[in-house]
T-cell receptor
Framework: GDSVTQMEGPVTLSEEACLTINCTYTATGYPSLFWYVQYPGEGLQLLLKATKADDKGSNKGFEATYRKETTSFHLEKGSVQVSDSAVYFCALSDRAGGYQKVTFGTGTKLQVIP | EAQVTQNPRYLITVTGKKLTVTCSQNMNHEYMSWYRQDPGLGLRQIYYSMNVEVTDKGDVPEGYKVSRKEKRNFPLILESPSPNQTSLYFC???????????????FGEGSRLTVL
């Protein structure tokens, strides 16, 4: 079945440091890929997405590129801020499954210190 | 304002006492789903619904029931809660259109349930 593997956290960075959160996936079809973010005490919200190979999703300074050859969708940001502290979830929605299900990774907690 | 509303946000109950967590969305979404979030396990899908009167099991449906009598509502029912159902629960919704599965999921703020 489909699965998403994320790097374990927590990740602690100083403000203005570079961020990479690794995400790899296994899917039977041609999935769409997502990053969701969960701020403390809130539900998840979409950060960015990519729907086909080589697409790059971007939002709020975050980027991720859909790499079919390495089945990866790593999240990157060049300069993190304290306000980026949150839990980040990589997810996929598989066309082979009729898009009926979104499979999430276990989440990576990011803490940015001033 | 477009939103998914869950109630209650916090609940402490005892083993065996039936409870219902309500979920309502105002975006006319066809697809609705329930997830539970547990440390180290991420989000796991409990049940989902692709439209009114159409529901199906997710990955961890045991001990839960759902119904979809109206498009906007998708309640989660725990008939006889047990301590292993202590968790943070999220309801989510999105448009569903056949092959167009690229739509964003909209989440509620979560319901933290403790079963003693």
């Amino acid at each position: 079945g489909d699965s998403v593997t994320q790097m374990e956290g927590p990740v602690t960075l100083s403000e203005e440091a570079c961020l990479t959160i690794n995400c790899t996936y296994t899917a039977t079809g041609y999935p769409s890929l997502f990053w969701y973010v969960q701020y403390p005490g809130e539900g998840l919200q979409l950060l960015l997405k990519a729907t086909k190979a080589d697409d790059k999703g971007s939002n709020k300074g975050f980027e991720a590129t859909y790499r079919k050859e390495t089945t990866s969708f790593h999240l990157e940001k060049g300069s993190v801020q304290v306000s980026d502290s949150a839990v980040y979830f990589c997810a996929l929605s598989d066309r082979a499954g009729g898009y009926q299900k979104v499979t999430f990774g276990t989440g990576t907690k990011l803490q940015v210190i001033p | 304002e477009a939103q998914v509303t869950q109630n209650p946000r916090y609940l402490i109950t005892v083993t065996g006492k039936k409870l219902t967590v309500t979920c309502s969305q105002n975006m006319n979404h066809e697809y609705m789903s329930w997830y539970r979030q547990d440390p180290g396990l991420g989000l796991r899908q409990i049940y989902y619904s692709m439209n009114v009167e159409v529901t199906d099991k997710g990955d961890v449906p045991e001990g839960y029931k759902v119904s979809r009598k109206e498009k906007r509502n998708f309640p989660l029912i725990l008939e006889s809660p047990s301590p292993n159902q202590t968790s943070l629960y999220f309801c989510a919704s999105r448009h569903y259109s056949g092959s167009a599965g690229t739509g964003e999921l909209f989440f509620g703020e979560g319901s933290r349930l403790t079963v003693l």
